[in-house]
């Protein structure tokens, strides 16, 4: 079936570095790739998506690549600081109702 | 511009008690997504529902779940005579249009089973 595997499932940087976390997706129908913070006890939080139409899209310190050829996308957050450590899922559809298929987190510690 | 809502935030229940997790979404969003979340587990996705339909329940377990998304009111995430296994974290999301539309996500429903 439709599977999103995601690596590393810990991450520990230092404050001001950068972090990379990656993602591979199985459906090559897949055309929109949301990534998710999830801090402790709330709900997961949008901060970037992207589009198939386009290979990277920037946010201030956050970035986010896709290449449909290998199908695989990738978060990159610059700059770390405190209080970006959080769990971090991506995310890709799987049929036409758009129900998400999650990567299995990564959890981001940047200590000051 | 409130965001989606979700209550009851905890929720404890016994063992064979029924329990209903409300779900009401962004205005003007009218899909609605179920995923649950197990301790230590990435979310995995139970059902999708438009108003009054039930589009896409392949995630949902055949017995004891059900759900709903009536013309007037939240969506309502049902299980009956819940079990230990059933303790998880189950989020809503909603979106204004389906497909490869953005979803967001609500707080989300801690469900304790004593």
């Known amino acids: 079936g439709e599977n999103v595997e995601q690596h590393p499932s810990t991450l520990s940087v230092q404050e001001g570095d950068s972090a990379v976390i990656k993602c591979t997706y199985s459906d090559s129908a897949s055309n929109y790739f949301p990534w998710y913070k999830q801090e402790l006890g709330k709900g997961p939080q949008l901060i970037i998506d992207?589009?198939?139409?386009?290979g990277e899209k920037k946010d201030q310190r956050i970035a986010v690549t896709l290449n449909k050829t290998a199908k695989h996308f990738s978060l990159h957050i610059t700059e770390t600081q405190p209080e970006d450590s959080a769990v971090y899922f991506c995310a890709a559809p799987t049929s036409n109702t758009g129900k998400l298929i999650f990567g299995q987190g990564t959890t981001l510690q940047v200590k000051p | 511009n409130a965001g989606v809502m979700q209550n009851p935030r905890h929720l404890v229940r016994r063992r064979g008690q029924e329990a209903r997790l409300r779900c009401s979404p962004m205005k003007g969003h009218s899909h609605v997504y179920w995923y649950r979340q197990l301790p230590e587990e990435g979310l995995k996705f139970m059902v999708y529902l438009q108003k009054e339909n039930i589009i896409d329940e392949s995630g949902m377990p055949k017995e004891r779940f059900s759900a709903e998304f009536p013309k007037e009111g939240p969506s309502i995430l049902r299980i009956q005579q819940v079990v230990r296994g059933d303790s998880a974290a189950y989020f809503c999301a909603s979106s204004p249009v389906s497909g490869t539309d953005t979803q967001y996500f609500g707080p989300g429903t801690r469900l304790t089973v004593l």
């Open positions: 992207i589009r198939s139409n386009v």
